[in-house]
Each structure stands twice: as C-alpha cells, then as structure tokens.
C-alpha cells in the first residue's frame, strides 16, 4: 500500500507538470513545399482529403474556391497567396485543413501533414518581418524553423475586392 509521503509527493508532481502545461499550446504542423508551418489547433475543426474546388471567377486572389464539405460550402483559401509564398502542385499527400476563427469557417490546402506538437510559450519567438503579416511567430522543432500561423489575424485581413 502507497504511503502518505508517496501520494503527497504525486500529487505535487502532478501540479507542476499542470503549471507547464498552462504556458504551452498546441499545434497542428504541416509542410507548404519545403517549409514547415504551424497552426493553433484551437482553431483546426477538421483535417480531411482534398475536395473538389469550385472556381469562382471574379475572386480575390487569395480565394481558391470554394469546397462541399458534407452539405456545407466553405471558402477554400490560397494559403501560400496568404503567406506570400509560391505555390506548389498538389501531391497525393495533400489534406484539406478546415479551420474556425470566430465565427469564420475557412479551409486550405497543405502539401502535407506533419504532426501535432506541444510548444511551450517561451520557445516562440516573434516575428518583426512586415512581409509575413499572418504569421505571428516561430519557433525551432526537430531542427526545424516552425512558422506559426495566426487563424484570427488571416480572417480579418480577407477583404472582398
């Protein structure tokens, strides 16, 4: 049987591991070409195939079209448009990321998935550069440079032209 000092002694490691845990935040990682990319999956509501795009003539060009998803149209955004990035062919490695910032639900298509990673907020490192506006921070993983995506700030710069 466990002694008082043994469950005391769990108990207090269980609330450090809670106190990491509340300076850290999750992510859903994915490659656009060669460069790794992240997003909050606070935000991810869905990762699925790739659907068929419905061209709208006349749209932004950060809009890519628009998807069926189960019954649902949803606007399909040009992501590396968006990141400033050129774009790549789709792979048969490709996912639809279907996000939610607020009351907006939006999908992109990424070239592949990677993982989900839990980074802790002190290895974040922000972004000063002025031509990547919807990214909002970095960090190093698996020797890796993660470029962090900001669902919300991408919803309020889309303007209807």
């Known amino acids: ?9 769990m108990a207090e490691s269980l609330f450090i591991e809670e ?3 509340s300076n850290t935040e999750k992510f859903v990682t994915f490659y656009l070409q060669e460069e790794l990319f992240g997003v909050s999956t606070k ?4 990762v699925t195939r790739i659907l068929p795009i419905a061209f709208l003539p006349n749209s932004p060009e950060w ?3 628009i998807a069926n998803l189960r019954g649902e149209v949803v606007p399909v955004l040009n992501l590396p448009k968006l990141l400033e ?5 789709t792979s048969n490695r490709a996912k639809f990321v ?3 910032a607020g009351d907006s639900v939006f999908a992109f298509v990424v070239d592949k998935l990677s993982e989900i ?7 974040i490192e922000p972004i000063q550069e002025i031509n990547s506006p919807n990214i909002f921070g970095k960090a190093e993983y698996k020797s890796n440079t993660l470029f962090l995506i900001d669902a919300d700030r991408i919803t309020s710069s889309l303007v209807l032209s």
């Open 19 to 21: 106190d990491d845990l």
């Open 63 to 65: 809009l890519a079209g």
């Open 85 to 89: 990035k050129e774009p790549s062919e």
């Open 1 to 9: 049987m466990a002694s008082m000092f043994e469950f005391t002694e």
């Open 43 to 46: 935000n991810v509501a869905e």
């Open 117 to 123: 990673v839990t980074l802790q907020s002190k290895t």
């Open 98 to 100: 279907v996000l939610q």
